[in-house]
């Protein structure tokens, strides 16, 4: 009876399937929420060297600019399960707001993070100053679109501190990077945490509770912004 029966449902489904001629579309979709934290800085400042310190991320580095030329996600790994999705996006250079150094594409991975991470080489390798290199950086965040990545929740991080041995130095770095990103508007916790990403791993301790916790503060706060949109719509 079944070798009967469905035979015929089969032939009447074709029946009725009969549809209409379909249509080609081409989409192109863009994620956008890429990373929990961003890494913003310029070419050779540590990002790639921080990536590989606090996960599992393989990213490719060199004592030259430029190694990375595309985003790499790391994931920061916690003893409770707890996770952190850490972006290290190609460096920014002055300029990049209005399109140099292909500028406009790494600003926009930046900008599908919760939260930024400003990382300047404090030692000054290269003749950079981590000073100005703070005060660039802001301003290219700040000239990008409509400038709504500086009310993100930021840390900022001065790197490379295992090549300035002077503890007066140190103290004095810390303060005035502390005052640049003060008078520039990040938005932080008014601290500066100083770490050597590729060498001794000073700091990292301190940094990887600072990034939990900026997360978490970002979770809260979106959390506190829908249960508002939710209360007045009701």
């Known amino acids: ?51 590989a ?30 996770r952190a999705l850490v972006a290290d996006v190609p460096g920014l250079i002055d300029g990049a707001a209005e399109g140099r150094g292909r500028g406009h594409d790494f600003l926009r991975h930046l900008e599908r ?23 660039i950086l802001v301003d290219e965040i700040q000239s ?22 002077d503890t007066k130095i140190r103290d004095e770095i810390i303060l ?7 008078e520039n508007g990040i938005a932080f916790n008014g601290k500066v945490l100083a770490i050597s990403a590729g060498v001794t791993g000073e700091g990292l301790g301190t940094l990887s509770k600072s990034i939990r916790d900026l997360v978490q503060l970002g979770e809260q706060n979106r959390f506190i912004v829908n249960e508002s949109v939710g209360s007045y719509g009701s």
């Open 1 to 51: 009876a079944k070798r009967q029966f469905v035979p015929h449902l089969i032939s009447r489904a074709a029946e009725r399937a009969k549809g209409k001629e379909g249509e080609d579309v081409y989409l192109e979709l863009e994620l956008k929420l890429i990373a929990d934290i961003g890494l913003v800085g310029f070419p050779n400042a540590g990002k790639s060297s921080l990536l």
């Open 144 to 165: 990008y679109g409509d400038a709504d990545m500086m009310a993100r929740p930021a840390l900022v991080v001065a790197n490379k501190f295992d090549l300035i041995p």
């Open 113 to 135: 993070t919760k939260a930024l991470m400003y990382i300047v080489d404090a030692a000054g390798v290269d003749g950079r100053d981590p000073l100005n290199d703070l005060s």
């Open 53 to 82: 310190a606090m996960s599992r991320a393989k990213p490719e580095i060199a004592p030259y600019p430029f190694t990375t030329l595309h985003p790499l996600i790391g994931c920061v790994e916690y003893h409770d399960g707890f």
């Open 176 to 182: 005035a990077l502390k005052t640049v990103a003060e």
